[in-house]
């Protein structure tokens, strides 16, 4: 079974930085799109930012220019650097990985969350 396993999660102070990353793991045969989402309690998943199998960077209004999210194909890992973190950054955080696995056609995983809270 595909994983992928988000870590780095945690509590920040307003204008902090945070580094989240996610690695994928099990029958892979490739991945393409990666993507970061975001959620609070009550709310709708929104999207933070993609990154194609390239390395092309997509992101949304609201955290270009802070966030940058970057991939190691070789490690099957991405990553979201996090700076000037704000109160409203405070959210679960959530890898989303479109994966080929071996004979198979590309489907979306997701991986479990993990915790961003901004606060002072």
């Known amino acids: 079974q595909v994983q992928l396993v988000e870590s780095g999660g945690g509590l920040v102070q307003p204008g902090g930085s945070l580094g989240l990353s996610c690695a994928a793991s099990?029958?892979?045969?490739?991945?393409?799109?990666m993507g970061w989402y975001r959620q609070v309690t009550g709310n709708q998943r929104e999207l933070v930012a993609t990154?194609?199998?390239?390395?092309?960077?997509n992101y949304a209004d609201s955290v270009k220019g802070r966030f940058t999210i970057s991939r190691d194909n070789a490690k099957k890992t991405m990553y979201l650097q996090m700076n000037s973190l704000t109160p409203d950054d405070t959210a679960v955080y959530y890898c989303y990985a479109v994966i080929k696995t071996d004979g198979s056609r590309f489907n979306g995983y997701w991986g479990q969350g993990t915790q961003v809270t901004v606060s002072s």
């Open positions: 990154i194609t199998s390239g390395g092309s960077p």
């Open positions: 099990g029958s892979i045969a490739s991945i393409l799109v």
